[in-house]
């Protein structure tokens, strides 16, 4: 029997995060598959960081990253890079992630040689196309393309369902971000930073920051900043730590609403590693990152979500997870009651994660596995933790 050559095809930290440990899983099974990966470095150094703690060498790489680059940039450089290496690899079957411009290009690449597609993640939807932007048309997109869809939720599932996606082209894997964290998470991990090291050490309730929407630069990220300037000044006994995105507009007014105080840590960007291992040790977390509100739940961390929806239901029907969008008043409130309510905190950060299990890689290889005609079952689907 002829191998199973699979293509991933990935060009952001976030899709590699997430793709990492699913190409992992398929070296196991050498007899059988024959994995293949492409990058398209839509975004470089990030990229690179996750590569290099998984060990993975990309079999392509497009870098396709220029300072400065757009929407339209990125595309077409994706796409013709991506046309010469299909034709030369010709995978049987090609598998991309979540909701980046590389996802779309990635599947359009594919359909355009008539290769069947796999969309990991598959069926997470706000119900707005500009928000976020461009990843809500992205996926949607993709969905159109796609063949097989490894949704991560019974929620996922079921948008596609009313999509008229066919219920035997879905399965329910759980996220693989699940199976990332639990080769990540270390209690004995070293941060290497003296300041960072302290705060960990001061007895003080921990706040991590992060904020990088396109959508909420100016006003809405100023009204965030000056909020939890007013939760520190009312909270002596709290600190926050802000690992700063590299865009300018938000390290500028960063800089100008937080940077003189003794109790905020002005970070720059982490690697993956020593964020996630950050994440386990801080109390609470403000982002307006989608791959945040997967993560936290899963180390027991509430989430306050910086933004007015979520492709992410089902944290917030769990309790986990809160959206409390950029008004100053509601970022100072949600904040503060979490600080000082403990019966409240407990109620998120022991909810149920509903996210995964750790074995969203195995239970896509099964499957793989299993429509290459091998005497192997596809496993259960993920049941939502319960």
Known sequence: MNKLKVMTIFGTRPEAIKMCPLVLEMRKYPEYLEPVVAVTAQHREMLDQVL??????PDYDLNIMTAGQTLYDVTCRALMGLKDVLEKA??????????TTTTFVGAL??????????HVEAGLRTGNKFSPFPEEMNRKLTAALTDFHFSPTSTAKANLLKENVPEENIYVTGNTVIDALQTTVRKDFDFHNPKLEEALRSG????????????????????VYQALKEVLKDNPDAEAIFPMHKNPKV???????????????????????????????????????GGIQEEAPALGKPVL???????????????TVKLIGTGKEDVYAATSRLLNDAKYYRSMSEAVNPYGDGKASKRIVSF???????????????????
């Not at 003080?204 to 009204?223: C, D, Q, S, V, Y």
């Not at 979500?305 to 309790?319: D, K, M, Q, S, Y």
């Open 52 to 57: 290099s703690l998984f060990g993975i060498v």
């Open 90 to 99: 010709a995978p049987d079957i090609v598998l991309v992630h979540g909701d």
């Open 109 to 118: 690449a594919a359909f355009y040689r008539q290769i069947p597609i796999g």
């Open 204 to 223: 003080h309730k921990l706040i991590l920051m992060t904020t990088h929407r396109r959508e909420n630069l100016g006003a809405p990220m100023r009204h």
């Open 251 to 289: 390290r500028e007014v960063a800089e100008a609403v937080l940077g003189k105080m003794d109790r905020v840590h002005l970070l720059e960007p982490m690697d993956y590693e020593p964020f996630a291992n950050l994440m386990a040790r801080v109390d609470i977390v403000l982002t307006d990152s």
């Open 305 to 319: 979500v910086l933004r007015n929806t979520t492709e992410r239901p089902e944290a917030v029907t769990a309790g």
């Open 368 to 386: 793989l596995l299993h429509s290459h005609g091998l005497p192997v079952d596809v496993m259960p689907e993920f049941d939502g933790g319960r």
